[in-house]
């Protein structure tokens, strides 16, 4: 939903969108060392006029400036190093404190279960799982997940290369089989066009990919909103 003049930002109407990032350290940050792709979203969403409110357990510590007078919101559901496994173990318990979302951004999804050699079908079990407690949460939630943007190159060998590109296509299968008639999956391609120059080290973004990563996102977002 688009905000109005009227609207009055002390006691946001009901029907602002509540939207969760979720994942690992792609979503977490760790500026000034490497960039999430959050505040270059929320900047996006802040230019397009939207009512909005990012949600979630965790606060974003670094500094951001404001923009447009406004105070970046910190708030997400992204740890540095978890695995699928992790997330679905604690996920309920997010949900429970910072309520139900509106929108879940699943970002790089399995990421650090290839990172750290763990089984695929593990990975894939998890990440079906987490689907499964986000729809229980709220039967109209919508998911964007993503088809995760690769490593450096000389960082991606062969095994990683394969469990990566592995995951990509099963997560376009499994966004057909989860979805529902009230909480659809949807998929972002952060892959394709992603290069090395968008990264800060092996697999984390610099400024360029936060914005890559964000301007693709907001792409769905924009669609979505403007249906409310």
Request: aromatic letters at 10%.
């Amino acid at each position: 939903m688009r905000e109005t003049p009227g609207d009055d930002p002390i006691n946001p109407e009901p029907s602002v969108t509540t939207i969760m990032p979720l994942g690992a350290s792609r979503v977490d940050g760790a500026r000034p060392i490497y960039e999430s792709y959050r505040f270059e979203l929320w900047k996006d969403l802040i230019d397009g006029g939207w009512s909005f409110d990012y949600i979630g357990t965790r606060d974003d510590e670094a500094n951001y400036p404001a923009y447009n007078s406004q105070s970046f919101d910190v708030d997400h559901e992204g740890r540095g190093g978890w695995t699928s496994g992790q997330i679905r173990q604690n996920l309920n318990g997010w949900l429970q404190q910072a309520g139900s979302p509106d929108i879940v951004l699943f970002s790089s999804p399995g990421g650090n279960d290839a990172l750290q050699n763990l089984p695929y079908q593990d990975a894939m079990e998890n990440i079906n799982a987490i689907i499964d407690l986000l729809q229980a949460n709220n039967p109209e939630v919508i998911i964007i997940i993503e088809q995760m943007a690769p490593g450096r190159t000389d960082f991606m060998n062969a095994e990683l290369t394969s469990y990566f590109n592995q995951l990509r296509e099963d997560i376009a299968g499994l966004a057909t089989a989860q979805s529902t008639s009230s909480s659809p999956i949807l998929i972002v391609d952060m892959a394709t066009g992603f290069t090395d120059s968008l990264l800060a080290d092996d697999v984390h973004y610099n400024e360029a990919g936060a914005i890559f990563v964000a301007d693709r996102y907001y792409a769905i977002l924009e669609e979505i909103l403007s249906q409310d």
